[in-house]
């Protein structure tokens, strides 16, 4: 299957600051999803994005299929931002990174 | 259903005895998935159906594993003579389709997971 890599692993923040995290795949995909999964374990739908830009509210993501990456932006982070992000991407079944776990500090 | 369901919530077994895991997907989707996800680690993937073609069974880590969907609807995930190492959340999610495009979204719901405990 895909190979999907994201980085960092791990990245701490303070409250209002940006960042951005990235997902690489090692193939050409159809499909290609961000998700947030919070300490409860559910995982939250962010985007659906197989190519190009969406946006919404602080959340902003970017697919450039023929580069083979994803970047999924946060801006004036919060604390209830703090979790684990995943990407997945999809030519045949859908593989998983091993996601990145996002603390944001008060 | 208004999303995808999943049974039981929790189940603790003792070690060498066979459980089954429950989905019912979105009403309407075609392709469903179950994923493993170990404490503190990534999704792993066991199996894909999508529609009434053969299921993709590549992920499943060993012959004890085996999924079935009825009726092209609920799926069942069956572990025959469970392993501690078995202990995981086990998740299902469905989509509209399994190859998107255009016209038709690709997009993965998930169900809030079954816990599994091997004493």
């Known amino acids: 299957g895909i190979q999907v890599e994201q980085s960092p692993p791990d990245l701490i923040l303070q409250e209002g600051a940006n960042s951005t995290l990235r997902c690489n795949f090692s193939d050409s995909v159809n499909n290609l999803q961000w998700f947030h999964q919070n300490p409860w374990g559910q995982l939250i739908n962010l985007f659906y994005i197989p190519s190009g830009t969406k946006q919404n509210g602080r959340l902003s993501a970017t697919t450039v299929a023929t580069e083979r990456y994803s970047l999924l932006y946060i801006s004036s982070s919060q604390t209830t931002d703090s979790g684990v992000y995943f990407c997945a991407a999809q030519l045949n079944d859908m593989r998983f990174g091993a996601g990145t776990r996002l603390t944001v500090k008060p | 259903g208004a999303g995808v369901s999943q049974s039981p919530s929790n189940k603790v077994t003792e070690k060498g005895k066979d459980v089954e895991l429950r989905c019912d997907p979105i009403?309407?989707?075609?392709?469903l998935y179950w994923y493993r996800q170990s404490l503190g680690q990534g999704l792993e993937f066991l199996i894909y159906?999508?529609?009434?073609?053969?299921?993709?069974k590549s992920g499943l880590p060993s012959d004890r594993f085996s999924a079935e969907r009825t009726g092209g609807s609920v799926s069942t995930l069956t572990i025959q003579r469970t392993q501690q190492e078995d202990s995981a959340v086990y998740l299902c999610?469905?989509?509209?389709?399994?190859?998107?495009?255009?016209?038709?979204?690709?997009?993965?719901?998930f169900g809030e997971g079954s816990r599994l405990t091997v004493l």
């Open positions: 999610a469905s989509s509209l389709v399994a190859s998107p495009s255009a016209a038709l979204s690709g997009e993965l719901f």
């Open positions: 009403s309407g989707h075609t392709a």
């Open positions: 159906f999508q529609g009434n073609s053969a299921p993709d």
